[in-house]
């Protein structure tokens, strides 16, 4: 096996390779004036490539996995694996208009085509129960960071409440608030456009306790926001975010701590400053159960 890794991923593909004692590779990557790609593998490739990158702002990614996925089979790769613990374009998975593209579809059915393994990390699916009927290959495989998350919170807090923004949340929030013994509660949000969102509590006492929003993605940063809001309100001041991935588009982390959170964390699925949560260990660990 060979990991190839990309320059906007390098560390976390360093330390998947590390955990798997397999070699690595750096992708070439360059761009030219007008936006187009080059791409350059090495010219000797085993029969087992695996591709690792996290496809958060994707338009580019995705086109340069098409180049070097096609690339690696004439090369004589038999069998290619993208590892991407985060999976864009997942969140449309219906035409709510007339003429809507369904991406969610599309671009699963591109990365069917392209590769034989898709490991991925707590998807954003909706109205689909699992990764292989996005992505149509056997080995279409959905993780989750709820195990890595819960350890990382009992390393900080004796005890919190967790709490999830809505009911998508639920079943992953409870998980890790049952793993490691913590109380939790799971708010109710209507979205009313990009960054307008309406929440409701659920009932409970907060005042004066430490609260954690649990959160799969944070893009905005709106929701956390008004949950922040809303908690201060009901008598915390003690509050904290832990989120999987840290898209964080625009002002939305700065807007997350000035609402009044105390402390971002999340996982290295992305990079960015608060990523101190590592998933080497998930990622090789379900890489291994496939080989």
Not at 25 to 48: K, M, N, T, Y
Not at 163 to 191: M, N, T
Not at 200 to 206: D, F, H, I
Request: hydrophobic content about 45%.
């Amino acid at each position: 096996m060979l990991i190839l890794a990309f320059p906007d991923y390098l560390s976390q593909a360093q330390r998947l390779a590390s955990r798997l004692d397999v070699a690595l590779a750096e992708v070439v990557v360059h761009h030219f004036p007008d936006g187009e790609s080059l791409i350059r593998l090495p010219p000797s490739l085993p029969e087992h490539v695996i591709f690792c990158r996290s496809l958060n702002q994707p338009n580019d990614k995705l086109i340069e996995l098409l180049l070097c996925a096609t690339t690696a089979r004439e090369l004589g790769a038999k069998r290619l694996t993208l590892v991407t613990p985060y999976l864009g374009y997942m969140r449309q998975d219906i035409a709510n208009q007339p003429g809507e593209a369904v991406s969610q579809r599309i671009v699963g059915k591109l990365l069917a085509d392209l590769f034989d393994d898709v490991l991925t990390v707590d998807p954003h699916l909706h109205r689909i129960s699992s990764l292989d009927q996005a992505i149509p290959i056997k080995n279409a495989i959905s993780l989750t960071a709820a195990n890595e998350v819960g350890i990382f919170l009992k390393q900080q807090f004796s005890h919190a409440v967790l709490l999830g923004p809505d009911s998508e949340s639920k079943q992953w929030v409870a998980a890790i608030a049952e793993s490691i013994g913590f109380d939790y509660a799971i708010a109710e949000k209507h979205r009313l456009g990009d960054k307008q969102v309406e929440m409701v509590l659920p009932a409970g006492n907060y005042r004066n306790k430490s609260v954690i929003i649990v959160d799969d993605m944070a893009s905005t940063g709106r929701t956390i926001a008004k949950a922040t809001g809303l908690l201060q309100a009901a008598g915390s001041n003690d509050i904290y975010a832990v989120i999987t991935h840290a898209l964080f588009c625009d002002d939305a982390y700065d807007h997350i701590l000035k609402a009044g959170v105390k402390t971002i964390w999340s996982t290295d699925s992305i990079n960015h400053p608060s990523s101190c949560i590592k998933l080497d260990a998930l990622l090789a660990a379900a890489v291994k159960s496939i080989i």
